[in-house]
């Protein structure tokens, strides 16, 4: 059965239907985006998956312990005097150096997680990969109708994080956000079981054809939404250059097509003539 605030799934195979598709929030503000390679993954974070695969029954003491070793080993890393950072600032730091945390990655910008649905050249096993569009106002709402339920654990509060850090120049490049939330949850399961009265759409899934890579790349970089653009480092450049090399048969057989279309006209032309 199907609960009344499962999120809306919708299926796209042409990059104009997701154009439109995507334009439908366009007016809303208050939506955030996700962007996932496979579209049978959970909206769980990374240390929620590491820890399913550890057998030590005290998930919560672990997760922890991993952030006290976090903070010692960056002891003397963040240069000279550096600002002392809150528990959901360290998690972000660590985040963007690749640490386990309990951080999503979101972004204001639908296009931006689109190109992190698709940046990876490794292919989806499912044929689909997924941007997911969340309410960022019904979080609160949610949170509250948990704790009037009673079940006012971790496991049942979502926490929307916008932090203000220095040492993160790509969250602004980004447009980036976090959600964190209880190593033994997800965002889908969390909205599904909230049975509070939501006249509108919380949670959505778009899930998006693996042929359209190359297609959704190609009208990302005129948008200037590519790794360069997004990871202003060493990195970004590495990443950026990878991408375009991977996509040379594809340009290459889109120009053919173009330039046959082309000669297909002007032969009709000149028989015309």
Request: overall charge positive; charged content about 30%.
């Amino acid at each position: 059965m199907i609960k009344k605030n499962s999120p809306k799934i919708t299926t796209i195979k042409s990059w104009n239907k997701l154009a439109k598709e995507i334009n439908k929030f366009a007016n809303f503000p208050w939506y955030i985006y996700r962007g996932q390679r496979r579209s049978d993954w959970l909206l769980e974070s990374t240390l929620s998956r590491v820890l399913k695969k550890i057998k030590i029954p005290d998930k919560n003491s672990l997760a922890e312990e991993h952030l006290e070793k976090f903070k010692l080993c960056i002891r003397g890393r963040r240069g000279s005097n550096p600002a002392k950072l809150s528990e959901n600032e360290l998690w972000a730091l660590g985040q963007h150096f690749g640490l386990h945390t309990p951080l999503l990655d979101w972004s204001q910008s639908p296009y931006v997680a689109l190109f992190f649905a698709f940046s990876s050249i490794k292919k989806s096993e499912t044929g689909y990969r997924s941007l997911w569009v969340l309410n960022s106002h019904d979080i609160e709402r949610i949170n509250s109708w948990y704790k009037k339920e009673k079940k006012e654990t971790a496991e049942y509060h979502i926490e929307l994080i916008n932090p203000i850090l220095d040492e993160n120049s790509r969250l602004v490049n980004q447009n980036g956000l976090f959600t964190k939330l209880d190593i033994d949850t997800d965002i889908e399961r969390w909205v599904t079981n909230c049975a509070e009265d939501i006249n509108w759409l919380t949670l959505v899934k778009i899930n998006i054809s693996e042929k359209l890579r190359d297609e959704v790349l190609v009208f990302l970089d005129l948008m200037n939404i590519s790794y360069s653009s997004l990871f202003p480092d060493l990195f970004g450049s590495s990443m950026d250059s990878n991408i375009r090399l991977e996509q040379a048969d594809y340009l290459k057989s889109q120009r053919q097509k173009i330039w046959d279309a082309f000669e297909k006209i002007k032969t009709t032309h000149n028989k015309g003539s």
